[in-house]
């Protein structure tokens, strides 16, 4: 069972990408299907809510990206920065990344969130009286004046990088994650470098003059636990997870209460729904379409299916997230929707490390930005918005979001 897919996972950017309704075809056919990447490598995709939670928990299912290239080098593409930057714990097995994201996990204990509530909310002002500074019937660009920015800001403090450093952090990574196809163009290859020699540069100093953030106390653990290798990656991860999917939440879930005025209408009335809110959106948008590289380390059976021994797995979590099967009425916005058991953080010990991190950058982002402007509006036709895919598959954000604020509401 073969399907051609030559653009699977990476949707070609269409009028309103919406690629939901292609999962759900395919998921009718079968939830378990054998697709050919746009990459050209195979891939055994999974589309069915059951049978992706199987496989995001089976430890025969391996995320052992180096291992994969080591034993067939065909199964995936390196991509950048390259195999040097990808020892973290997204692409390594227990117990390593047992040891990795016990090390990590001390940033994100709950008190340390909720620490950061206060400055989230000062950056989210801040944004925002810079975007509101173009005047009330002005156009402007909510991916890159809040959506991006906002994130990038959060996870600077969390790490410790130098404020004065951010902005130009910030560009490299844009270039590095606006996705491509062929060999990686000259820019991104240059933006990679960048990103490379700085995030050394800053393991280097933290070690010198060590403070309260997660580099420092990840340099901490260099030579104790924790190779050059396993650091850089790790620094490298943690950009790029804290900051983009983020960043695509708050962007595609604007998108989706403007397409739905009547679920705006309910949370600006009720801003206390937020927290369930942003669990429906996150289910409904899919922010992270598909979950990272995955392959079998044997012969696997998933939902019935068997899967040979050294093939790749991508378990799409977008089309699990619209599983009839799980979820009523599961192409409705309903942010009354009390069950928030959706994937779109993953599932098992995998699981989204940084979720509580998102939740609350998601929520003080809406509250503010809806809190002043509950006028917002799209100031271009719905059908003109376009969606990038940086990774070609994991990742499903705006390129842009022209809207116009309105008054602002005291």
């Not at 227990?94 to 400055?119: C, G, K, M, N, Q």
Request: hydrophobic content about 45%; glycine content about 10%.
């Amino acid at each position: 069972m073969t399907d051609s897919l030559t653009t699977w996972g990476g949707w070609e950017p269409a009028v309103r990408d919406d690629p939901f309704e292609h999962f759900a075809h395919a998921r009718a056919r079968c939830p378990v299907q054998k697709v050919l990447l746009a990459d050209g490598h195979p891939a055994w995709v999974v589309l069915g809510y059951d049978a992706a939670r199987q496989a995001l928990g089976d430890p025969h299912i391996s995320k052992d990206m180096l291992a994969a290239l080591e034993y067939d080098g065909d199964v995936v593409a390196e991509g950048l920065p390259g195999p040097e930057f990808s020892r973290h714990m997204l692409n390594v097995d227990p117990p390593d990344h047992t040891r990795l994201r016990r090390l990590t996990s001390r940033a994100f204990v709950p008190s340390r969130i909720a620490a950061l509530e206060p400055a989230i909310r000062g950056m989210a002002d801040q944004l925002l009286d810079e975007l509101e500074a173009a005047g009330p019937g002005a156009t402007v660009d909510l991916v890159e004046g809040y959506a991006y920015p906002l994130p990038f800001g959060v996870i600077g403090e969390l790490l410790g990088i130098p404020t004065p450093d951010r902005p130009d952090l910030h560009a490299w990574f844009a270039v590095l994650l606006t996705g491509w196809t062929g060999d990686p163009p000259a820019e991104a290859v240059q933006a990679s470098g960048r990103i490379v020699a700085y995030l050394g540069e800053l393991a280097e100093r933290k070690q010198r003059n060590p403070v309260e953030d997660l580099v420092s106390v990840l340099v901490a653990a260099n030579g104790d636990g924790l190779t050059d290798r396993e650091l850089l990656s790790t620094l490298f991860q943690l950009v790029v997870a804290g900051h983009d999917t983020t960043a695509s939440l708050i962007g595609n879930g604007v998108v989706a209460l403007l397409d739905h005025p009547d679920q705006l209408q309910v949370l600006l009335a009720d801003p206390g729904q937020l927290p369930a809110a942003i669990d429906e959106l996150i289910r409904f948008t899919a922010p992270v379409p598909h979950a990272t590289f995955r392959v079998t380390a044997e012969p696997v059976a998933v939902d019935g299916v068997q899967i040979p021994a050294r093939e790749q797995v991508l378990v799409c979590l977008a089309s699990a997230n619209r599983d009839p099967g799980r979820f009523p009425s599961p192409d409705v916005l309903d942010l009354g929707r009390r069950d928030g058991s959706h994937l779109g953080f993953g599932h098992g010990v995998h699981y989204c490390l940084g979720a509580p991190l998102a939740r609350l950058e998601a929520r003080v982002a809406f509250e503010a930005l809806l809190g002043r402007h509950p006028g917002l509006r799209l100031a271009v036709n719905r059908d003109t918005l376009t969606w990038a895919h940086g990774d070609g598959l994991v990742l499903r954000g705006l390129v842009s979001l022209p809207v116009i604020l309105g008054p602002r509401r005291e």
